[in-house]
């Protein structure tokens, strides 16, 4: 359980108690950085936020926590609940609890059932509610409403309703000012990094907001806005989402970087991970990331080699994108998975290797049980035949 904040289920939504929708998490280290890895509260295994064979209901995550199974609970959402989950970081000092005026704001607006998150610095939001299309992240506001689980800690945040309340319309006032920005971006943000600076030599022939609208248009349209608004279901890991992105818009951008860059900084997907260093070459994860989607896409969006405008979308959908970004996906997701393999594989022979030390250790154990029988049987024997001898002494007296 988290040092900071302990959970305090009394304090939670009716609505959410009665879910069987619930997991567990533990905090565990990936890239040098606290991640919080959802766990079956059942069986203690991993879970997953897309399979609910690993989810369970509130009392049983909440024993898993007790006994030092997991260090938390989390609440998964679906498309079959009406929750949405606004999720605030860095915004609250957890010693002094200062909330920052662009969070207060937006809890004043939601109005709804809200709690501190478990390291103390951040606030969840949850409301009924439907998430408007477009990104849903944006700095440290990033809003989650299906295949995404929200950790929960009971620690209801006074002069907040305690029921999730139905804010629709302040949920889409709270995307649009916080989440959603009003036009794409034409200009380079102020914190991009060197190496993602326009290059007019390779300036893609499409701007941002063309490139985003063939995007959503295209055959893999729906695959490339989940991607946009950071949903990584369907994905083995957020990196792997990550690529899938970079690859799609490696093909719409004629492969510019800058280009890439720029966009996949307004995606869901970014995070501050992006323009960390994570090579011996001093490139970040960002930059290598871009690098190797660019690799793998072999074809690239040529609108000078299409017909006309009001034909281009049905041929994009037709033989664009498709099949070359299925590929440079297919190729990095089979990297990812023979890797897997090869965990999986050792994993099986170290298995394998004690299976059968104890089935060795049965074998010794039953023979020795084999061995002890026989004596057993001959000191019965024994013990029969004086008790008759006795008998036959006490007849003859």
């Known amino acids: 359980m988290c040092d900071e904040i302990d959970l305090d289920i009394d304090q939670l939504p009716p609505e959410l108690r009665e879910r069987e929708q619930w997991v567990c998490w533990r905090s565990e280290m990936r890239d ?5 890895v959802p766990v079956n509260p059942t069986t203690g295994g991993f879970g997953s936020a897309t399979d609910s064979v690993t989810w ?4 049983t995550a909440v024993a898993a926590v007790e ?6 609970i989390g609440f998964v959402f679906t498309d079959d609940d009406p929750f949405v989950g606004v999720d605030l970081d860095d915004c609250r000092d957890p010693e002094t609890g200062t909330i920052d005026d662009d969070a207060q704001a937006i809890i ?9 998150s478990p390291s103390g610095t951040g606030f969840h939001i949850l409301v009924a509610g439907e998430l408007p299309v477009g990104r849903n992240r944006r700095g440290g506001v990033e809003c989650y409403d299906t295949a995404r689980f929200f ?3 009971g620690a209801h945040v006074a002069g907040t309703p305690t029921e ?14 916080y989440v959603q920005p009003d036009t794409e971006p034409t200009t380079e943000p102020p914190n991009s990094t060197p190496s993602e600076e326009r290059d007019d030599a390779s300036e893609s022939a499409l701007s941002d907001e063309v490139v985003l609208t063939k995007a959503r248009e295209a055959a893999n349209g729906e695959k490339f806005d989940r991607l946009w608004r950071g949903q990584t279901s369907g994905y083995e890991s957020h990196s792997e989402a990550d690529m899938a992105l970079c690859c799609l818009l490696a093909f719409w951008t004629g492969g510019n970087h800058p280009q890439m860059a720029r966009l996949f900084r307004e995606s869901g997907l970014y995070r501050e991970k992006w323009d960390e260093v994570h090579y011996a070459d001093g490139s970040t994860y960002g930059e290598k990331t871009l690098e190797r989607a660019v690799q793998q896409t072999s074809e690239f969006y040529d609108p000078d080699t299409q017909p006309r405008e009001d034909h281009e979308t049905t041929t994009a959908q037709s033989v664009g994108p498709q099949s070359t970004q299925d590929k440079a996906y297919l190729a990095e997701k089979n990297r990812v998975l023979t890797e897997r393999v090869k965990t999986l594989e050792a994993t099986l ?9 104890l089935e060795a250790t049965v074998d010794r154990l039953e ?3 084999e061995a002890a029988a026989p004596r057993e049987q001959d000191g019965d024997r024994d013990t029969e035949s004086a008790s008759m001898w006795e008998r036959t002494r006490s007849w003859l007296k």
């Open 367 to 369: 023979k020795r049980v």
């Open 56 to 59: 369970a209901d509130l009392d």
């Open 67 to 72: 006994s030092d199974g997991a260090d938390g």
């Open 164 to 177: 999730i309340a139905h804010r629709q319309g302040a949920l889409v006032d709270v995307h649009h000012e």
């Open 349 to 357: 022979a170290e298995k394998q290797a004690y299976i059968e030390e």
């Open 32 to 36: 040098d950085k606290a991640t919080k």
């Open 108 to 116: 004043t607006q939601l109005d709804s059932y809200t709690e501190v």
């Open 151 to 153: 950790t929960v800690t």
